[in-house]
Nanobody, 121 residues
């Protein structure tokens, strides 16, 4: 079965950086568009970034453009989210997702368990 396992979250101060990883198994990773989403307490899950199968095309939500970078290593079946200049409003549980080609969370078939990112001011 498909498994997505996120790692790399933690507690950091505003302005710091973190790199999230999502290791995939049970699927042909290179055939899947991969997405990162996040969910803050009391809010809906929201789109953060998406990357094409080859990694050559990416897209971001406006609030993270120029701060976050999504990338993938198809040889390692892993997708990454490099997060720089973190802000308190970036605090959320971050999820990777597969099984769709969209920025709409409910359309994804597969989700990881999430990793907590907390940014203190």
């Amino acid at each position: 079965q498909v498994q997505l396992v996120e790692s790399g979250g933690g507690l950091v101060q505003a302005g710091d950086s973190l790199r999230l990883s999502c290791a995939a198994s049970g699927m042909t990773f290179s055939s899947n568009v991969m997405g990162w989403f996040r969910q803050a307490p009391g809010k809906e899950r929201e789109f953060v970034a998406i990357i094409s199968r080859s990694g050559k095309s990416t897209s971001y939500t406006d609030s993270v453009k120029d701060r976050f970078t999504i990338s993938r290593d198809n040889a390692k079946n892993t997708v990454y989210l490099q997060m720089n200049s973190l802000k308190p409003e970036d605090t959320a549980v971050y999820y990777c997702a597969a099984g769709a080609v969209t920025t709409t969370a409910p359309l994804y078939d597969y989700w990881g368990q999430g990793t907590q990112v907390t940014v203190s001011s």
